[in-house]
Every structure is written in structure tokens, then in C-alpha cells.
């Protein structure tokens, strides 16, 4: 490090995220040093594994990447700097990163300027880390879902050691830093919105319910409500930004607030968004059936903003492997949500996340599971093998399902799940509903594509002119998993 550079740290300011801005400057002056002036900034690649927590932290990572100097690519193979954002929720999500980072070895013997990072949910489990560590000795940097507000500092760092022991191995000037919990929520980052007129807004971080099987809850901590306040300021100057739909974000959004007694509860979270000038629409992910309230029920009923789709996953239809689960509710309590839901909203699409072969389920435990399939007549479902997470209570469980037993229960889940889907699609055919027009359809030449309050998508020929509007939009045929339509 040079008298320059040293003098820099110590004038970095303490409190954040002033701090992290300050070095977001601080590597965009040393990339225009490196750089013939006029030149483009280097490349980056943010790839983006799992859920919707981890789509809004990348927009975030990425937003600190532009301001910092870079120009965004999808080009992995040849980018300046590699980012993966990763998933750990499944044994496949972990294979998955392997294979990508497998794939850039060579590039990265052969331009070893390259920068390899790696941060989310997986980088919070340590034998992961050390795996990493022991077989990609390429990658620069890891982080955790704790510290990635401090993104910019560790980049720093990064370049700063690249440059001071460049006679040195890689895996010696690596920047390594996981949490262990998060100390804090910090707010006000960059961000990189990828559509101008909606947009993911985190309420809640973490999870507190540790359902056996589930990871998510040792990755990413107890579950932190954001201030209300600040959720619903941010919210505000989105609107005045332009956006039109929001989609409140939480592992589990229907106990918002319950870590703070001062805070307000998530229906009346909701009242609040909805009265926000511009937000036309407003969307929540994801409810845990057993903290959906009858206020919650009631206020989806009488606001007419909130979109007609509820994603209420079920897991299993067995209340003994529902118990096993921890997931505090039976089939029949399951079963009641369902109807109350659809007697008060009629029109309410609903859609799960189910589970195959948990430990010890029997063949009599997954008909359960088929009879809440055909009752509940979900408009969509996403089905799951169960997937053995280290650490969790589940995988210490002895009665695991063997694989083939697995695997043909999860063929017949998926046979009925697709026949209701299929029963249900186009139940809305020669209606004219609401559409926000996302963008051009890939395809069709001057066609768009749009999304019903439902979630469905409808195509429809029309002007480019009306990307992020709201149009109405008769539904002529249904596709199955959309429809197609023309303007009214
Ligand atoms: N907080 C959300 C779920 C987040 S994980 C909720 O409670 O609904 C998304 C989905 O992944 C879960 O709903 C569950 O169906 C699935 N999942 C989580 N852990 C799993 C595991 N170990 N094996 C298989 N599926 C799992
Ligand atoms: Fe995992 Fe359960 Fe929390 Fe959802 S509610 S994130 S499934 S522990
Ligand atoms: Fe995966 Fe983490 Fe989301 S484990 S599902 S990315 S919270």
C-alpha cells in the first residue's frame, strides 16, 4: 500500500453507509487512473441464484458496482469482475455454483486480472467457504449475506492487495469476510433497478421459524423487520420515480413487526403502501400460513391495489409430517385458510410450495398431501424433493425416504398439480382485465408482454409506447401458463 492509499483508509468516515460511499469513490479514482481517459470502465457479471432476497441484494451489489466505474455484461466468460450471488436452500442450488465456477477456470489462468467473488447464503455455511478456499484458488473474494452492505470496502481492500504482493499466490491476497450475524441493517445503498416501473422493497431479513428442513434461517439470522418508516419513505420515492407495483419482500411477511413491539403489523403495513400516490399495484412474498391473519384476509379484500395472487406455501398435506415439519399448522387448519380466503376473494389466485419425501413420510402422508393438491385447486405449484441441508434438524432425522420412492411420489404430485393447473388456466378466457406491460414480447414482432393482477401473463400486440403502463387488455385464448389478447 502507498503513503496515498494509507492516508485514504484512515480518512474513511465510521459511520455507515457514508463509509461505503466513500470507498465506491475511492475505487472509481483508482479505475480512471488505470485507465486512458475516455476509456469505458471494466466489465462486471452479477450472477444471481434463488429466491427473490437474493435478486434484490444483487441490485444492490450491482448498484455499487456501476457507481463505482463498472459497465454491466452478461457475459460471464469474459467480465472484469464475476459476482455469484448464491443459494444454498437445496443440495442442486450448491451444485450449480460449482459448475459455473468450475467453467472459469481457464479464463481465469489465462487472464488472472480478472476478479472472481462469490457472496450470499452459501458463503454464510463454513464448509462451504472452506471448500471454496481448498478448490478454486481463483476466486478473490467472498462475503456473506451479513456484510453486504460492505461490499465497496471489501472490493477496495481487494485491489489494494492485488497491487502490493503481486509476486505473491492468489489465495494469499483473497479477501475473506463472513458474519456471523448481522449487527445491522443498513440502509440507502446504490441500487440498480432492472425495471423502471416496479421493484422488490425488502421489509423483513432473516426467519425465525426454523422449519426443520430449512436452511434459510442459519444463512440469513432472525428475522429483522425494517422500519416502517423507512419502508414506507422508500416506497414514496419510488413512486415519484415512476414505479407503479411494489412487491414487499420477507421470508415470512405475515409476522412483519413482530420483532418490535413499536412497529405497526403488516396489514396495516399495507393500508399504508396502498395509500402512497403512483403505487398502482402492490404484491407481498411470502405468507407462512400460520401467521396469515383474518386482518391480513380482510385487507386484501378491501384494497383494491393488491394483487389477486397469494402464494401460500403448504409443504406437505400430512399433519404428522407437518408437525415434524414445524410448521404449526394442520391439514385441516391449512384447508380453512384456503376457504376462507376464497370465499372473501373469489378471484384470488393461489399458489404453494410443496415438499417430497421429508423424512419419514409414508405413502398414507403423501395422499394427504394429493387431497389438499385437489381441494385446495392451487393455480400453480412449485414441488420440491427434499433435500437433506447440513445442520438442520431434519437431516439428523433416520427415517429418510429412499430416492425411488421419492422420485414417484414426486411424478404423480406432479401429474395432479399440472392437471388442476391446466383445469384452472384460462378460467378468465373473454374477460377484459388489467395489465402492467412489462416489455416487448421475445418473438413476436410488435407485440408486448403484460402481467394480470393474477400473475399471468398475456400477450397482445401493441405500441413499445406502453412499457410500464397500465392498459386494460381482452383475454382472447389462453395458453395454458398465459394468455393472448388484444388492447381494448
Ligand atoms: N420463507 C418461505 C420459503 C423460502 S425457501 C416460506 O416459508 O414459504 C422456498 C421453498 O423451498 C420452501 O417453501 C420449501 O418448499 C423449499 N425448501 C426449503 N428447504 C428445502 C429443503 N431442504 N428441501 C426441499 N425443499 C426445500
Ligand atoms: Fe425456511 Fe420455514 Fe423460514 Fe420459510 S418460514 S424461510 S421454509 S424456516
Ligand atoms: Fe436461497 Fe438464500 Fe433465498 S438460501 S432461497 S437465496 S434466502
Not at 395432479?416 to 413476436?444: C, H
Not at 405500441?463 to 389478447?485: P, R, T
Request: glycine share 6%; charged share 30%.
Amino acid at each position: 500500500m502507498d503513503k496515498q492509499e494509507k492516508e485514504l483508509l484512515a480518512l474513511a468516515p465510521q459511520e455507515e453507509p457514508a463509509r461505503q460511499y466513500y470507498f465506491i469513490e475511492a475505487i472509481r479514482r483508482k479505475l480512471l487512473e488505470e485507465r486512458p481517459a475516455g476509456a469505458p470502465g471494466p466489465s462486471c457479471c452479477v450472477v444471481t441464484f434463488g429466491c427473490q432476497m437474493n435478486a434484490r441484494d444483487s441490485e444492490k451489489i450491482l448498484g455499487i458496482l456501476q457507481k463505482a466505474g463498472f459497465q454491466e455484461t452478461q457475459q460471464e466468460q469474459q467480465a472484469d469482475l464475476v459476482l455469484f450471488n448464491t443459494c444454498t436452500v437445496r443440495e442442486n442450488a450448491n451444485e450449480h455454483l460449482y459448475g459455473r465456477l468450475g467453467r472459469l477456470k481457464r479464463s481465469k489462468k489465462e487472464h488472472p486480472e480478472r476478479i472472481i467473488a462469490i457472496c450470499g447464503c452459501m458463503m454464510q455455511e463454513a464448509d462451504e467457504v472452506e471448500k471454496v478456499q481448498q478448490k478454486y484458488p481463483y476466486v478473490d473474494l467472498i462475503f456473506g449475506t451479513h456484510n453486504l452492505y460492505r461490499f465497496a470496502e471489501l472490493l477496495f481492500e481487494l485491489l489494494i492487495r492485488r497491487e502490493e504482493e503481486t509476486a505473491r499466490r492468489a489465495r494469499e491476497r483473497r479477501v475473506v469476510e463472513v458474519l456471523p450475524a448481522a449487527d445491522r441493517i443498513v440502509e440507502e445503498l446504490p441500487n440498480s433497478r432492472k425495471y423502471p416501473f416496479k421493484q422488490g422493497v425488502n421489509i423483513s431479513f432473516g426467519c425465525n421459524n426454523f422449519c426443520t428442513y430449512c436452511i434459510v434461517p442459519y444463512v440469513r439470522g432472525r428475522e429483522r423487520s425494517r422500519r416502517s418508516d423507512d419502508i414506507l419513505a422508500e416506497i414514496r420515492q419510488l413512486a415519484s420515480e415512476g414505479v407503479v407495483e411494489v412487491m414487499l419482500l420477507g421470508q415470512n411477511v405475515n409476522s412483519y413487526g413482530n420483532d418490535n413491539p413499536e412497529e405497526i403489523s403488516f396489514p396495516e403495513l399495507l393500508r399504508r403502501v396502498c395509500r402512497i400516490d403512483g403505487i398502482r399495484r402492490v404484491r407481498f412474498m411470502t405468507s407462512h400460513p400460520k401467521d396469515l391473519s383474518d386482518e391480513l384476509i380482510q385487507v386484501m379484500a378491501e384494497e383494491p391495489k393488491i394483487c389477486r395472487h397469494l402464494h401460500l406455501p403448504m409443504q406437505s398435506g400430512s399433519t404428522e409430517i407437518l408437525k415434524a415439519m414445524n410448521r404449526r399448522y394442520t391439514k385441516e387448519g391449512y384447508l380453512s385458510l384456503v376457504e376462507k380466503i376464497r370465499s372473501r376473494i373469489p378471484d384470488m389466485s393461489l399458489t404453494t410450495d410443496i415438499i417430497v419425501g421429508f423424512p419419514g413420510e409414508t405413502e398414507e402422508d403423501f395422499q394427504d398431501t394429493l387431497d389438499v393438491v385437489r381441494k385446495a385447486r392451487f393455480d400453480s405449484a412449485f414441488t420440491f424433493i427434499y433435500s437433506k441441508r447440513t445442520g438442520t434438524p431434519a437431516a439428523a432425522m433416520e427415517n429418510q425416504v429412499p430416492e425411488d420412492v421419492v422420485k414417484d411420489r414426486f411424478d404423480r404430485l406432479l401429474q395432479t398439480v399440472e392437471g388442476i393447473s391446466k383445469e384452472e388456466s384460462g378460467r378468465d378466457t373473454g374477460k377484459t382485465l388489467e395489465v402492467l406491460v412489462e416489455g416487448p414480447d421475445e418473438g413476436r414482432e410488435g407485440w408486448l408482454t403484460g402481467r394480470l393482477s393474477n400473475n399471468i401473463l398475456v400477450h397482445f400486440p401493441g405500441d413499445q409506447a406502453l412499457i410500464g403502463k397500465l392498459a386494460m387488455v381482452k383475454l382472447l385464448s389462453s395458453k395454458g401458463f398465459y394468455y393472448l389478447g388484444e388492447l381494448e
